[in-house]
């Protein structure tokens, strides 16, 4: 039997929820409102130079997460990257399964559904779209959704932009840490650093109060670039508290992932984030996660360290790392 989909089952007549997706009292977002008044930092990276190194650094260093703005991607081109996304998530269901995942055989790209590995795990609200957008010599274009005939042109041009973007944040970071500006994109193995593509889809929820989008987690990435559409759901943690992330139009969403936090030595703090949904509206978002090859070795840079500040973190390659988390093993 094929997996059921999150957005199957909305489509059907539901008007209670299968008990996979009810959360234990404590996690349910009826019990776990994000905080009032506490608004996430948002920086244009259209300041000088100087002041960017001191905005970027202070925001990653205290919240792991940020809004830029002026970021030189164009509207139009976000835009055209949501619209191949909704119009593959319009397929009718049987194209779609065309393209299924299978995780639990090491199959990671493609349409997925999170499933369950022990009888007491939850199911997250969402299905979603994985796969590498970069580097070119290891893509497999095979992967990507051929429907619509723009979503690879589109997806092409927006990495292309990424990673301009992502060049110039890991700049910013390195030298906020006092380092040369391109320390901490050669630690990530420089050109072949790894780019993938997420999109996710959360139907409307007929009781978005017990359930959630995706369950509390940082990113495994070194860092995180998102955009959403305009139904918001995304929380970070704060000070033990939930702060609900507001819309803003075009801004980038960036998180900090595990590889910056341990090649910092803990100075960038990994965001603990999750994502909620809504009674009446799908909500989307196209993550884009950046991280090392899985050969790269990973640890705090050797600058950093000495006998004042010890390494907070092992150094290990990136594949042993995501077998660990995957594993829920202790790194
Ligand atoms: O949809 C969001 O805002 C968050 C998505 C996310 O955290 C993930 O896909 O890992």
Known sequence: MGVERVQTLANGELNELPAQFIRPAHERPENTEAIEGLTVPVISLSQPHDVLVKEVSRA???????????????ESLIQ?????????????????????????NGKFEGYGTKMTKN?????????????????PSKVNYSFWPQKPSSYRETTEEYNKEILRVTDELLQLLSEGMGLEGNVLKSHLG??????????NMYPPCPQPQLVLGVEPHTDMSAITILVPNDVPGLHVWKDEKWVAVN???????????D??????????????HRSIVNKDRMRMSWAVFCAPPHEALIGP??????????????????AEYRFRKFNKLPQ
């Not at 998530?89 to 299978?102: G, S, T």
């Open 259 to 272: 590889q910056v936090e341990i090649l910092s030595n803990g100075k960038y703090k990994s965001v603990l």
């Open 247 to 257: 819309y803003l139009p075009n801004a980038l969403l960036v998180h900090i992932g």
């Open 301 to 318: 840079v050797p600058a950093l360290v000495d006998d004042q500040n010890p390494e907070k973190y092992s150094t290990k390659t990136f």
């Open 80 to 104: 055209r990257l949501q619209m191949v996304g909704q119009e593959f998530f319009k397929l009718p269901q049987k194209e779609k399964e065309a393209y299924a995942n299978d995780p639990s």
């Open 190 to 199: 420089g050109e072949d650093i790894e780019v993938e593509m997420k999109i």
């Open 119 to 135: 009888h007491d795990d939850k199911v997250e609200w969402l299905d979603y779209f994985f796969h590498l957008m970069s580097p």
């Open 60 to 74: 990653c260093s205290e919240w792991g997460f940020c809004l830029i703005t002026d970021h030189g991607i164009p």
